[in-house]
């Protein structure tokens, strides 16, 4: 058994477990938050037989695709005494980042 944990952007989330359900796959889904963009993400938890894992792993690379977005450049630190003035940085979103953890015991209740 092996335990699949995609982090994937919020406009994935419905698209992506929408078509692992399909599959004939069970997923749980977490509300997260990411780090450099302070954007919704969500990861996933997807329990899957080691033989299954390519398949899962198919599924998420063709429902998420990475896309460049424009973005604000955050405020610099408090007490800076220059004038800032923000402009946009154009950065890549989109994709997932997946882990694929061997599970050596689990129970089914």
Known sequence: MKL???IVQDDDTADLVEAIT???FRVTKLATTGGFLKSGNTTLLIGVEKEKVDEVLTIVEDVCKTRKQLVVSPTPMVGTADVYVPYPVEVQVGGATVFVVDVDK????
């Open 4 to 6: 699949v944990i995609a």
């Open 22 to 24: 399909e599959g004939g």
């Open 106 to 109: 689990y129970v089914k209740i």
